[in-house]
């Protein structure tokens, strides 16, 4: 069965990822994120690269190294994450990127822009302190 919207993995793990870092109150490496979420380190791994550079969070090195949050999580949105991860939410035109349609009215009506305008504000709304001391 299709999904009306889905998650790539990577950005479901980085969202899980920092979560699990802005509740840690030390470093968290790679392996304890992994460990954790039940992925790759590997895939982990360029997911964190991609928070760490787009500044969500700071990358230290070394046996005792890892990342910690790099802004208060209360400043952190579930959009930045996302978006980090899969670039911008796409708004208006065509949701299957068409230049042209042979009709004079979208046949969606609007609705694909409606769930992601949704999706946008929900995810906006969401800081990553909204997650700290609940249990999921």
Known sequence: MSKIVHFSEAASLAIHAM??????????????????TGSSKNHLSKV???????NLV???????????????????S??????????PIHQGGCPV?????PFNKCLMS????DVSN???EYLSEQKLNYYLGRNY
Not at 58 to 76: M, Q, V
Not at 78 to 87: K, Q, R, V
């Open 19 to 36: 979560v699990i870092i802005a509740r840690a109150p030390k470093i968290v490496n790679v392996l304890s994120i992994a460990h954790t």
């Open 48 to 54: 964190m690269q991609r928070l760490a550079k787009d």
């Open 58 to 76: 700071k990358s230290t090195r070394g046996p005792s190294g890892g990342f910690e949050l790099n802004k208060l999580a209360e400043d952190i």
């Open 78 to 87: 579930l959009l930045e994450i996302y978006e980090s991860i899969e670039g």
């Open 97 to 101: 990127d068409k230049q042209i349609c």
């Open 110 to 113: 609007g609705i694909v822009d």
């Open 118 to 120: 949704q999706l946008r």
